[in-house]
């Protein structure tokens, strides 16, 4: 079925394969009149290109981001716009070895099940190249949530046995370390864990998380398009995301009811709560808090040690993953986890303008 | 905004409030032809019914379904399936002292931000009951998914400290256990300690897990409709839950590749993974394997003890909560976390079957 | 396939056969503070209900609304309101004689080649009675439309031969009249020719219009929700309508551009259009300018001439029809269209809020 | 809002302005293994191409279509195709003369109203080019029919006062015609009035009709999704058509119950009609029959002769608009209508397939 568009008011629609000519996107809904550049684009696609550190695969991915539609004298008209990225470096080379084998770990076996055969040129639509359409929309929906005073930010947790030191947590360092990590203690081991991995023919896994800050309390809709509800699908739809927490997540279900409650306390004219256990959600509605989401990834799947596996004619063969793989996804991922965390956001925020007679009367002029 | 609609062909949309006149459900898209009594839904609805144990509310719900549409002589004739509850036992009694309340863990505020006001009997709209709608729909899919071999089984995996013991798992005795354990000795160890927090004023929380058996490889929508992704919406949806894990979930993020990747091999003509850390799902899509679903709850926000709160007119207030509330979630969630793992899962099959050219050429005809 | 939902903020489902135990309506993103009371809703199912004129079936159709769940304290609280209406006076007859038999003009056929088989007692969901739902709901968007400033408006145009004179247009008639039309001398040939039709045991064919006064200029989604492509789908969508037409509608084909086209010119602040021919939407966005919709409805297909078919075992028969029927469709139909007009450009005027950034700024406070 | 995705399983999006870079449209569901090459798809758009001949434009649009997605070694792969075709000779002239005008018969006001303002070069999205898109997708959607045996074909019914001959339909001749009428005798009639309207600066109105031949009973999904209502969205979405009929359409409201309703009879095995006054739906529900659906399309807004009307200054004005403009819209929005049709019938089919337990329980494999 149709399952690449996102959204109900601001939607998107991507689309691409990795070897393809070309990877994309469409958002539609977006509101007019948003100052709107491809360089807006660019500066978020460029963090989730490879680099040139150890820890990034030597590929070179040259995605220039081009706006087709629906921006017009530098402003969006608030009709579709169409962002494409030519796919320049993936050259086609053999893949007679793989066509038909199912790497571990991977979605060869499900897509060959699902569509009777699949594009196996580097993972085709299961590649993490696929999440260029959600990068580029998510650069729209960012910068339209930071004209209306919301800050999303993502950044990497932990890699392997690696863990930031939220005591010292440096925001500056997300955007200037290699691993993501605002905290360039944890970022120095992270790497080197990283590099003795990979010395080792293996891959690493690793957590990241995404705060919403300034979001206004009313976001979300009972009960089946609850905030939480919505940012939990939005991050286990990224590759390779195998858990979601919401606040202080797993570690509620060890708690007692007295440790977990959030009081209220005024501050000003201000409701607000002494804690964040819940982290920015009650009932699946935002409460004025920071949001926090967190996102355990699972290790690259394609390591370089010999793997048993079975081909598509049902025999039993040993494969030996070559060509150019990051020993870890989280710190290309980071990027990804904001910009689905802001779409997801931002069409909430967008469905909230109605909610209340009041709004409309204000809006419409009552009667 | 409508956020009470759930599911694309198989649709439903619950509605109703705690101490409303009753509540209930629409399903729509539900197949025809299948044998469907109020009988089939009962069971469901029994099971998340308060007991009589000292783990559950002494409350007493009579949660008797009426089948009001869509059924003819027995079986669903294609049209909306309406499903209703009525409330009889939610006597309202006098709610001026937290009318204007907001407790700690609740959804009170929120919903005043989002509305303006709120039905504050009993929780309203963001009570348990709401899950009535949610049980008594999730019912029928269970039904018509068994009809296609497949099953679903939600149980109680901890509550607090108190984990059940895999090795000697006992199905046996989710139905028949107050805590919903697959496990007598972990299930009797459990009310101890939540008796222990019961007589503290206290709550607990807790985790649950789902498995859906016998689902064909080939299920899932990519890229924003996969299959973990739905599951991951539809079980955080539910109240009180703070993450949800698919597979090994949170463990994965510390993992090598290697001990990560789920090797291939063939099992007679069946192609089959050694193990099954990846829950049953590769790239969004099932892989014919046992898809695995956790969830952990945080404890009932309502306790007893006093807490400090704010209320509507931005008071500084302590409140101590009276009334009937059960010291723990999970055992009466399970069965709503069965439900919404079987809606998500049929869905997606519905929608599998136009798939592939092949499969419309067969149903219709190919020239 | 789930086709009983309607709408995207302001959503509705609608439930029930003609002769199950009840019908209804779920509204799912009703805006929270709409003061509402059963009465409101009542009083536009009354005007679908069977009258005690010649014209109407003296079948007695006791359709009272009940609020189920959405409504505290008299206001609307943003949660999904469930309406119901028990059927009481559809006494389950011998249905023996027309349960395997495919009446002309009916959905028998169509409805057992989709599903397999149906509920034949009094055409089950394809029955008008089915549109209680539609009323209900459209009650309420009518509440808020006129809340907003927005009139809508629907009427009888003609009956067979006999055709309303705009010239002496009598907007009081139109509730005070058996034909809903707004011309009584219409209404009395309209009467007569009824009445002869019915004693040649034959019905009548008939048409309607709507006009929505008040609309804003702007409202509408090009291009696939363009709001002349809803109102089209809104008004198919009714049974027995097999044309709808837009302002001038079918005139426009034999026209020439000049005398199609309408200027513009200022009346005082406001731009407006000397002429109509576009029925108030240009370009699928609303113009300012009342919007005229027009809809042909076919005879009633129960008529108790008799007439060939054949049964669900395929063999040729006659059969002559018996019962309580409408000589004419369109007389109870006109409040169907007023509803779903309402529903259809309620729904378009809250998406409409988050259109421009502008708009998004004002309402969250812009940086 | 999101107006620019149709669909529901089979699921477009269409983007792009008059003078962008480009215009397109993503298809996503698309069944997997379909054979698909871009000379599948350049077929549909060279009919929407302007020509040669006095009755269209004088502009050369070389609307080469590129598949950027989706199909992998000729076949569709299930995952979404981006189809692209790039302006070319869409030379952006000097606009300061209309930039600001709001022209009679055109969006220009309406597009200003809802979003600010306007991408004035060529109509922007309100430009016929919006189609290629719609077309784009069409084809693979009429491809994809025909090898389910259903076919879809749209012609000119009447062009002003001269409407075909039914007696002497010429299928050959829809497109071997300047008219795309299926009768070469109205076709030459019909050049000679568009001669003349054009000689006096002037456009035509004309009507278009869609026969689906081979369409099974059972498709369409009561009550809001019924196959004539969504043929009416999507119909009725095509820029300048303002009226939509089903079967006889507008007549059926000058009938009587005793002409209008289609009696059946037995065809061999095959339930038939005598008649298709209903244009092969019944209830919502295609009968077997030929579905037919007619659409009345206004003169072409722009005319050379002076204007009056008012700018975005609000002055009164008086234009005459330059440029080169069909005097019909008709004949290239056939294929348009054939493709609308095809998606729209198209998307039932595939919802269908999940329409009965029986069917599932094929599928998947019963208990």
């Known amino acids: 079925m149709a399952g690449s568009t996102y959204g109900t008011i601001f939607k998107i629609t991507t689309w691409g394969e990795s070897h393809g000519k070309a990877?994309?996107?469409v958002i539609d809904g977006c509101p007019a009149g948003l100052a709107l550049s491809e360089e807006d684009i660019q500066k978020?696609?460029?963090r989730r290109k490879p680099g040139a550190s150890s820890i990034t695969t030597p590929r070179k991915e040259d995605d220039t981001v081009e706006i087709?539609?629906?921006v017009f004298e530098g402003r969006t008209t608030g009709t579709p716009i169409s962002l494409m990225v030519r796919n320049t470096s993936q050259i086609?080379?053999?893949?007679?070895?793989i066509a038909k084998c199912y790497r571990p770990g991977?979605?060869?076996?499900?897509?060959?099940?699902?569509?009777?055969f699949r594009?196996?040129?580097?993972?085709?639509?299961?590649?993490?190249?696929e999440t260029i359409g959600r990068v580029a929309a998510g650069a729209v929906a960012c910068k339209i949530l930071e004209q209306l005073g919301v800050k999303v930010t993502a950044y990497t947790r932990s890699i392997g046995p690696v863990t930031i030191d939220y005591e010292h947590f440096d925001r500056d360092a997300i955007l200037n370390t290699v691993t993501a990590m605002p905290d360039r203690n944890a970022d120095k081991k992270a790497v080197e864990f990283l590099n003795e991995a990979r010395s080792n023919y293996d891959s690493v896994g690793g957590s990241m998380e995404?705060?919403?800050?300034?979001?206004?309390a009313g976001i979300g809709d009972p009960v089946f398009e609850k905030l939480d509800a919505n940012l939990a699908k939005a991050i286990m739809s990224i590759g390779a995301v195998k858990a979601v927490e919401i606040g202080d997540g797993t570690l509620v279900s060890s708690r007692l009811g007295s440790e977990n409650n959030d009081s209220f306390r005024m501050n000003g004219e201000q409701?607000?709560?002494?804690?964040?256990?819940?982290g920015g959600i009650l009932g699946g509605i935002s409460d004025g808090d920071t949001v926090l989401i967190r996102a355990h990834v699972k290790p690259t799947p394609s390591i370089f040690k010999p793997q048993q596996t079975v081909n598509a004619d049902h025999q039993e063969i040993e494969i030996q993953i070559k060509g150019r793989h990051d020993p870890i996804i989280v710190p290309r991922a980071v990027v990804v986890m904001e910009c689905m965390t802001a779409l997801t956001v931002l069409d909430a925020m967008l469905i909230n303008t109605s909610a209340r007679m009041e709004y409309l009367e204000h809006f419409y002029g009552g009667q």
């Open 68 to 70: 087709l539609s629906g």
């Open 92 to 97: 086609s080379r053999d893949y007679s070895a």
């Open 106 to 116: 991977h979605a060869d076996y499900t897509f060959d099940e699902k569509y009777g």
């Open 119 to 129: 594009d196996y040129r580097g993972g085709g639509r299961s590649s993490g190249r």
């Open 271 to 278: 409701v607000m709560k002494n804690t964040n256990h819940a």
């Open 44 to 46: 978020y696609l460029n």
């Open 210 to 216: 995404c705060m919403v800050e300034g979001l206004p």
């Open 23 to 25: 990877l994309g996107v």
